[in-house]
């Protein structure tokens, strides 16, 4: 387990132990503690004391929260064997004075259920793949676990997941004591061997599992409730899971069910055939979507058609479509214009659309050769924005929509002769 410490530089006197109630009473919400130090850690008032039964943040779980003398906990460090209580506002009582702790027992035992699960679940997939846990971080919503395996089958981890809650369902005792010396641990067989020497606090979950750590849990495996592997993924070498137990699956399960059953009313389908159903519309989706996109083409060639017919032939030579489109689509009047010139081998095309700002497309046939792409920069004046394009289709986007009619009219200037009857 990793603890981690952070870098926080604060003024303290000497070296104080701080006993650690949790680690023999995990279910001590209250108690009486003596005031040995009051520090500053950045900026905020900290304490030290005598005793705590906060616990740091550390090996993978959050710290507690909850109150000194009713004032509020804001964070619970670790630095040198120290527990500093970092509050809220400053509090009054004198050093050897004595306050009163209580911790936010929810949260604490959250992290209980969280953390015993997790010694659960890597016992787990140490019994049935020889997968040793890497690490592990109990979050605020989720938690995660880094299994040293290559790969997770869908099977392996429902495999796994009842593996645990059989565990659960079992009610099996948990026991937590110490040992010290490297023949005493060796006896143990632990699920995996420590890296601190010296005093070591071992976990033991009856006939299952034996590990190191430093944190808080459940006295019993039944208090975890339910242990669910919600996703997983590789990640290099190793497999990152989360997972989540206790309340956190209740509230899970809850609001699953909600949407399930939501899902089944407005369907009007056992929620038992949900997948299936929505496999099957999603297929009609798709199917649909590609015919209103036959549809939408045909529509398109059919106005390509009109625009072309309805216009003009000028000058015996060319025929000009002029048009300003309000609150269109601009991809949708960009296909509209790439088909009347695909159309027709004589057309030149003048379009603008009033939409968010404004736009304007100049193109023509690929047989007229026009230089379009000169005509619309200088055209995107008007709009007072820019753009370009190729010889036979070109853009401009700016932000003067009034300013459309004025540039259509410059490039209607332009192609002057073949206006003129
Ligand atoms: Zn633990």
């Known amino acids: 387990m990793i603890h981690e410490i952070r870098d926080t530089n604060f003024k303290g006197s000497g070296r104080v132990l701080s006993k650690r109630l949790y680690y023999e009473e995990p279910y001590l919400q209250e108690f009486k503690g003596k005031i040995l130090e009051k520090i500053k850690i950045d900026g905020k008032p900290a304490l030290i004391l005598d005793n705590t039964c906060f616990y740091p943040t550390s090996g993978g779980q959050p710290n507690d929260l909850g109150y000194i003398q009713g004032v509020s906990i804001v964070d619970v460090i670790e630095d040198n064997e120290k527990i500093i209580h970092i509050l809220k506002e400053e509090l009054k009582g004198k050093i050897n004075s004595e306050v009163v702790g209580k911790i936010d027992w ?3 035992f959250d992290h209980m ?11 787990a997939f140490m019994k049935l793949w020889s997968a040793e846990t890497l690490s ?4 605020e919503e989720v938690c995660t676990l880094d299994i040293a395996k290559e790969k997770l089958t869908e099977e392996e981890a429902q495999k796994t997941e ?3 809650n059989e565990i659960i369902f079992d009610n099996r005792p948990v026991k937590c004591y110490f040992v010290e010396g490297e023949e005493e641990l060796k006896k143990l067989n632990l699920r995996k061997v ?3 020497t010296g005093r070591i606090r071992i976990i033991e979950v009856e006939d299952f599992d034996l590990s190191a750590c430093g944190g808080t849990h459940c006295r019993a495996t039944g208090e975890v409730g339910m242990i669910k592997i919600t996703k997983w993924e590789k990640r290099g070498e190793k497999i990152r899971l989360e997972f989540i137990c206790g309340r956190r699956a209740r509230k899970d399960y809850f609001w699953k069910n909600e949407v399930i059953k ?3 009313n407005k369907l009007t389908i056992k929620d038992s055939e949900l997948k299936e159903a929505i ?4 297929e009609e989706r798709k199917e649909i979507w590609k015919e209103l996109k036959e549809f939408k083409e045909k529509l398109q060639e059919y106005e390509a058609k009109r625009f072309i017919d309805e216009s003009s032939l000028r000058g015996n030579r060319i025929k000009i479509i002029n048009k300003v489109f309000e609150e269109n689509n601009f991809q949708e009047v960009r296909g509209l214009v790439q088909k009347i010139i695909n159309l027709d081998d004589s057309v030149v095309a003048l379009f603008g659309v009033k939409n968010d700002g404004a736009k304007i497309l100049f193109a023509c046939s ?19 924005g820019q753009g370009g394009g190729a010889p036979n289709f070109a853009q401009a986007g700016g932000k003067k929509a009034k300013g459309i009619e004025d540039a259509l009219n410059f490039a209607l200037e332009h192609f002057q002769e073949f206006i003129k009857k």
């Open 279 to 282: 496999d099957r519309m999603l």
């Open 262 to 264: 939501n899902i089944s």
């Open 106 to 108: 929810k949260r604490r």
């Open 194 to 196: 420590p890296e601190k």
């Open 113 to 123: 259920q969280q953390h015993l699960g997790q010694h659960i679940l890597s016992g």
């Open 366 to 384: 690929r047989a007229l050769e026009y230089d379009m792409n000169g005509l619309i920069r200088e055209a995107a004046k008007f709009i007072e």
């Open 162 to 164: 009842e593996c645990a």
């Open 136 to 139: 592990f971080h109990l979050g």
